[in-house]
């Protein structure tokens, strides 16, 4: 079991930018992949980006890239976010997960909010 707790959400104006964490423990061990996801109101969960808990081969949502970046932080059971170039179409209840090599992502945190303003 792995125990993932997110951090960094706040208000920002479109334009802004936002820095999420992810920190991990437990059977860190067993983590493969971290993935950031997003849901709004009303809406469908959706991914964001995902990285390799080896820090190497990362994925990017097409409406996220170009504009955000994941990152492992080396010295730290813990996964970043730089969210750049705020949208208001970003807002939403920020979630990471970790995924281990023979399973999917079961192990989820509680989620941090973000809010865009125009």
């Known amino acids: 079991q792995v125990q993932l707790v997110e951090s960094g959400g706040g208000l920002v104006q479109a334009g802004g930018s936002l820095r999420l964490s992810c920190a991990a423990s437990?059977?860190?061990?067993?983590?493969?992949?971290v993935g950031w996801f997003r849901q709004a109101p009303g809406k469908e969960r959706e991914s964001v980006a995902a990285?390799?808990?080896?820090?190497?081969?990362?994925y990017y949502a097409d409406s996220v890239k170009g504009r955000f970046t994941i990152s492992r932080v080396s010295d730290k059971n813990a996964v970043n976010l730089e969210m750049n170039s705020l949208k208001p179409d970003d807002t939403a209840v920020y979630f990471c997960?970790?995924?281990?090599?023979?399973?999917?992502?079961?192990?989820w945190g509680q989620g941090t909010q973000v809010t865009v303003s125009a």
């Open positions: 997960a970790a995924a281990g090599a023979k399973r999917g992502y079961d192990d």
């Open positions: 437990g059977r860190t061990s067993s983590i493969y992949r």
């Open positions: 990285i390799n808990w080896s820090g190497i081969n990362s």
